[in-house]
């Protein structure tokens, strides 16, 4: 292959990188803290990419103007020797102010990514394998409600996340909004954020964490102050009850067929602590920790065989008639 198509088709697998926007990019910052992050990695770039360009340029010059051959290899040219000593130790000198510099421009770029705000809204994130536990904390208890998979952060203001694990260690990281930050059993780590617009963002588990690792995502929906605040009013009531005849007999098929031996739904007996809270999950845009769209057809195949869609997960296939499939969809769909 000639030397030309080569750098043609390299530019080429370049390209995608223009693409990086998009609802989980570092590079599309859409918070102060992730914003502060890409502007680090801006600088860190572009001084390495100076010194790298020069110590090529330097190397071809080398190249191109070496010693030929004849000429005795070992003769010593003194006025030549004295210059690049010097050339040395000067370049020595200037990698230590450029090694300080970029350092000096991680820690200030730390100490805003850092910085914490005591008014934030407090959140708690517990990590399961393979889905994520959120409560929300406030003042007073009747304010603190408990969801799964998703969480909704009110635009402008600072959210802090206290992050725990409940079995193995995980990672919290929202690209457009912050960095990473692990989850550990028996520690509490805290990582803030102040989301700029609002929009839907991507999260996604960044420490492996088991079989099912790669679905352990959930969704960072950024709402105007005051459409959070109803949201927040609404997820803190319990569950709706159902009226329609077929949602009525899927409560009875939740709570006689095991369900509620591992799913809260707040306001029903259904009250089991092992897997996700399903007490709004008819408003949620995701089931499975992101791994499917919260739409019937994907709620159905999820309950269906649960080990078909996240082999190795901790919920179990139960057997179940279609009917009763049915009413189970539809008592979980009408949990708005
Ligand atoms: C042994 C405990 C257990 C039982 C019994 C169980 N589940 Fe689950 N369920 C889980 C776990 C654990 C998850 C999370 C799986 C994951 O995403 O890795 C889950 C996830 C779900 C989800 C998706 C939740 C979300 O936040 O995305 C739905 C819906 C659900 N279960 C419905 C049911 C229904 C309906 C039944 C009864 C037919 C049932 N489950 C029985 C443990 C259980
Ligand atoms: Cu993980």
């Known amino acids: 292959m000639p030397a030309w198509v080569r750098s043609g088709l390299l530019l080429l697998v370049a390209l995608p990188l223009v693409a990086c926007t998009g609802s ?15 502007h680090t990695f801006i600088i860190f770039l572009g001084v390495s990419g100076i010194v790298w360009s020069c110590v090529i340029v330097v190397l071809g010059v080398g190249l191109l103007r070496r010693t030929r051959i004849g000429q005795a290899p070992l003769e010593l040219r003194l006025p030549f020797e004295a210059r690049a000593g010097r050339v040395i130790l000067g370049l020595g000198a200037t990698t230590t102010l450029i090694v300080l510099v970029l350092s000096f421009v991680s820690y200030a770029g730390q100490r805003s990514l850092f910085a914490k705000d005591p008014d934030a809204l407090t959140l708690k994130i517990i990590g399961h394998q ?27 203001k600072p959210v ?15 690209p457009s909004l912050t960095g990473k930050m692990d989850l ?15 929009g839907i963002y991507r999260g996604q588990c960044a420490e492996f964490c088991g079989l099912q690792h790669a679905h352990m995502a959930f969704a960072a929906i950024a709402l105007r102050p005051d459409e959070f605040e109803r949201w927040r009013e609404h997820e803190n009531q319990s569950a709706v009850n159902p009226t329609a ?13 095991g369900c509620a031996l591992c799913h809260t739904i707040r306001g029903t007996l259904a009250g089991g602590q092992l897997g996700p809270d399903l007490t709004h999950i ?30 190795g997960n901790l919920m179990p296939r139960m057997p179940l008639q279609s009917g009763e499939l049915i ?10």
């Open 24 to 38: 989980q990019s570092a590079l599309d910052p859409q918070a102060l803290q992730s914003e502060q992050i890409r």
């Open 130 to 156: 393979w889905w994520w536990e959120v409560r929300y904390k406030a003042d007073s208890p009747h304010n603190s409600f408990t969801t799964a998979n998703e969480i909704r952060i009110p635009v402008g």
């Open 160 to 174: 802090k996340v206290e992050l725990e694990s409940a079995d193995v260690i995980h990672s919290f990281w929202v």
């Open 184 to 198: 550990i059993t028996g520690q509490t780590n805290e990582i803030q954020f102040t989301a700029r617009n609002p």
């Open 245 to 257: 005849p077929l949602a009525k007999q899927g409560e009875e098929l939740f709570r006689g067929r």
């Open 282 to 311: 008819g408003s949620r845009t995701t089931i499975a920790a992101g791994t499917l769209p919260r739409t019937p057809a994907a709620l159905g195949a999820w309950i269906a065989d649960p080990q078909h869609i996240k082999p």
């Open 327 to 336: 009413a189970i969809i539809q008592y979980l769909e009408q949990l708005k």
